[in-house]
């Protein structure tokens, strides 16, 4: 039986990877070990999970440049501690930032191959920090087995930043998996009425999604107002409220539960996707599962899951011209996209008890203990 090590830290939502290891453990041999990414997140217990786990005291914290490959040294020193490498088949470092950067680290000194996920932290921390990423992400991705991305559009932004070469050379190696949806959702698959649409409800969500993404959205609500259209917004997971959230065409509304996000989404009409450096998780494949159309920016589209204009449209999320125009488009065409969305049903793509059956090809494709 083969033994992985996963490397996850708080960026790692507790869900995907408890639906992960509750999967194939048993075929395989799951080990854990939990990065702090903060000062103040060393004393954070690792989320309860069915494997082995030790919580590595050393943050990586990607903020403070001079100390992080210290950091790195450390949090590598540790591993090789706590867990006997030489049994270990194969590292899966759930990000490229903490967990693919001591991968690479721990395959230089023990030999032990990696594979690493691009998450959407990854693109944040890549559209902030351009030079210093292509440095230390690069070659994350480089020295990988093979490179998991958990949105096909992940891809395309890796893709805009590296030369042809080393384009071909990490893609060769690269395949999409997405992160799968709670049972819950495949379990209350929702088709709205194609109605024509008197009272246009809009949603935005992410978690801990950013104010920058929201003035182009209220701007463009504003404009259809102006025209005499009835149009709401509910923004869900922004911690900074706009002024304007005293016009009650407008709400805002802390992360919810699981229960609390079905009721928003059935209480929605069309959702828009924030941009990967807007939010650090996204609730598309959750709105889909809910019949709910999407606008998303051209570079964070649906995964490939449908050409645009059959169940959303591509848009410019900074133009709020652009952003009303669609918001009309969709709800004049409300009817056919739904149609669309259905045959989309039951996301398959989105079940983890298909995407685990993924994960074990890889596992089984490399490392050899």
Request: net charge negative.
């Amino acid at each position: 039986m083969k033994n992985i090590l996963h490397l996850y830290s708080e960026s790692t939502f507790d869900s995907d990877l408890k639906a992960l290891v509750s999967r194939t453990q048993g075929t395989i041999q799951n080990i854990g070990v939990f990065l702090p990414q903060n000062e103040g997140c060393v004393a954070t217990p690792a989320p309860e999970l069915s494997i082995p786990v030790h919580s590595s005291p050393t943050p990586l914290d990607s903020t403070k440049h001079f100390q992080y490959d210290q950091a790195v040294r450390k949090c590598a020193a540790f591993v090789g501690q706590q867990v006997n490498l030489s049994e270990v088949s194969l590292i899966h470092a759930h990000s490229l930032l903490a967990g693919g950067t001591l991968a690479h680290a721990l395959l230089l000194q023990h030999g032990t191959p990696y594979i690493a996920a691009v998450t959407m932290e990854d693109i944040r921390f890549w559209h902030d920090n351009p030079l210093r990423s292509r440095k230390l992400l690069v070659t994350v991705l480089e020295k990988a087995t093979r490179v998991i991305f958990l949105n096909n559009n992940f891809q395309d932004f890796v893709a805009s930043r590296l030369s042809d070469s080393d384009a071909d050379r990490i893609f060769s190696r690269a395949l999409t998996l997405h992160n799968g949806l709670d049972p819950f959702w495949l379990q209350n698959i929702h088709i709205h009425k194609p109605v024509s649409m008197i009272h246009i409800r809009l949603l935005i969500a992410g978690d801990q999604l950013s104010p920058k993404s929201l003035p182009p959205v209220l701007k463009a609500v504003q404009l259809l107002r102006k025209r005499n259209y009835d149009v709401s917004l509910t923004v869900v997971g922004c911690a900074q409220q706009s002024a304007v959230d005293k016009d009650p065409s407008v709400r805002f509304l802390p992360s919810p539960t699981l229960e609390g996000l079905f009721q928003i989404l059935r209480e929605s009409d069309i959702y828009i996707t924030p941009a990967p450096q807007h939010a650090t998780r996204q609730y598309y494949a959750e709105a889909l599962s809910q019949g709910l159309p999407l606008l998303y920016d051209p570079h964070n589209g649906p995964d490939g899951l449908s050409p645009d204009g059959k169940i959303g449209y591509a848009t410019h999320t900074q133009s709020a011209d652009d952003l009303a125009g669609k918001i009309l488009l969709v709800g004049e065409r409300y009817a056919t996209i739904e149609q669309h969305i259905t045959d989309l049903h039951p996301l398959h793509l989105f079940n983890w008890d298909e995407i685990y059956r993924g994960y074990l090809r890889v596992y089984d494709s490399v490392g050899g203990v």
